[in-house]
């Protein structure tokens, strides 16, 4: 199956040009990110605060699609170093049909929710109107994005990163050439205003889509999805799940924190929720190239854990937690040095502007310990130890941080909340390693 590079070249060669790849691609895409943002921002302060309010939902659709997906990733994985080839071929056909099943369910679902949702956190008729008109697009393309990312995990799992690059970045740039067009109405195209970012989200998810079905047709990759492989495999599919379910809630956390954190903050001032909107638009410039490390380490301490070379998973992890390390140090400086251009980006009312760059100064602050979370989490879940991935992102996103945010809100005001962050990424960072030591000593 052509893949015993991941257990026979230097670990930091392999863990770098598997994750190289990734990183570009989420750099791009946290480019779009804010390119998005920035150009939302122009129309109004409103439709930032829209945008905001949308994406713990928006949010919940990307945890499914992605968390699924990486249950198909360490499957496959797995099997590609155990030999067991059919098996790959089955994990990969199944994941790709319940992936369809997955993206009909969750564009029902939360276009059905969204007004009562968007009720909970403003009660302006002009926020939530634009919210609506964002989310009914987006969630339209449900389906697309569960395609996209399963395609994607399959393509990882046999090392195809630069492919993966490839089809990740038409998406990307797709995404940020369509948004002024589509946005503003230039040339012939109509002026869409926030239903035009939301239109070319989808158009760009659909392009990454198309790019991997043209590849799979012109340069076949290893691993098949096929007819043959479709017959009914009880034990498979709970694999998938055993994993895929909790990658999906280590994913859907950081929606419940949002919106947990949005009800403290709207209780002092709609622009600490806008302020809070706006970190995490940031910070996907920081965490998704983490992301990419994680994603160019995951099939290959899957790989190596089903072949038994159980010296070289350690020697991943370590390569790969300096890697995001020197990440988490640049965000930090930047968070540090210029945290009111930052935020003047998107904001336009200096309340928000001066608000914003306190909160990134603070959060900031445990950037650069948060890396041994991530990876941690991330290499636990390629060793299919979803359990114990899960539980780091639990003590991240809800048992310590929700509390410590109530707690410090209630003496320091809006301020506690944004302490909240670095102390919750210190005592994680603890707990992760010890987790993560736990499960993995032989």
């Known amino acids: 199956m052509e893949q015993t590079f991941m257990k026979e070249k230097p670990v930091l060669p392999l863990v770098l040009s598997m994750s190289l790849p990734m990183v570009l691609s989420m750099m791009v895409a946290s480019l779009y990110n804010i390119i998005d943002s920035y150009f939302v921002a122009k129309i109004s302060e409103d439709a930032m605060t829209a945008l905001a309010l949308v994406f713990p939902v928006q949010n919940l659709i990307n945890a499914v699609t992605i968390g699924f997906s990486i249950g198909i990733n360490a499957v496959i994985a797995y099997h590609l170093g155990a030999k067991m080839e059919g098996l790959a071929n089955r994990a990969a056909t199944w994941g790709v049909i319940l992936s369809t099943v997955h993206g009909v369910i969750l564009t029902i679902f939360c276009i059905g929710i969204m007004p009562l949702f968007l009720g909970m956190f403003t009660s302006s008729l002009v926020i939530t109107d634009l919210a609506l008109q964002y989310s009914r697009i987006v969630f339209g393309f449900a389906v697309v994005i569960s395609w996209g990312m399963a395609y994607e995990k399959i393509f990882q799992s046999v090392g195809r990163m630069f492919l993966t690059m490839i089809s990740m970045l038409a998406g990307c740039i797709a995404n940020i050439i369509l948004d002024p067009i589509l946005i503003f109405g230039w040339g012939p195209f109509p002026e869409l205003g926030i239903e035009g970012a939301a239109l070319a989200t989808g158009l760009g ?59 403290i903050l709207a209780a002092y001032s709609q622009a600490y929720v806008t302020v809070l909107g706006v970190y995490y638009k940031l910070q996907t410039f920081l965490y998704l190239p983490a992301n990419g490390i994680v994603q160019g380490m995951r099939p290959l301490v899957g790989y190596n854990y089903g072949a038994n070379e159980k010296g070289r998973v350690r020697e991943i992890y370590q390569v790969a937690l300096c890697l995001a390390a020197g990440i988490m140090v640049m965000g930090t400086v930047l968070c540090q040095t210029v945290p009111v251009w930052l935020m003047g980006l998107f904001a336009t ?88 030591r736990s499960k993995t000593v032989s």
């Open 349 to 436: 009312s200096n309340e928000t502007i001066q608000a914003g760059a306190t909160a990134l100064r603070m959060i900031s602050v445990g950037f650069l310990v948060s890396s041994v979370s991530v990876i941690s989490s991330g290499a636990l879940e390629g060793l299919g130890k979803g359990g114990p991935s899960l539980m780091i992102s639990l003590l991240r996103y809800v048992l310590v941080m929700i509390p410590a945010a109530l707690v410090l809100s209630r003496f320091l005001g809006p301020v506690g909340v944004w302490h909240g962050f670095w102390v919750t990424e210190l005592v994680t960072a603890v707990a992760a390693y010890w987790i993560y």
């Open 205 to 263: 998810q659909t392009v990454s889509l198309c790019m991997y079905l043209i590849i799979c047709l012109i340069k076949p990759i290893p691993v098949k999805v096929g007819y043959k492989y479709l017959s009914w495999d009880k034990g498979m599919v709970a694999r998938l799940y055993g994993i895929g379910i909790p990658a999906t809630l280590n994913m859907a956390l950081p929606s419940l924190l949002i919106s947990s954190l949005n009800v």
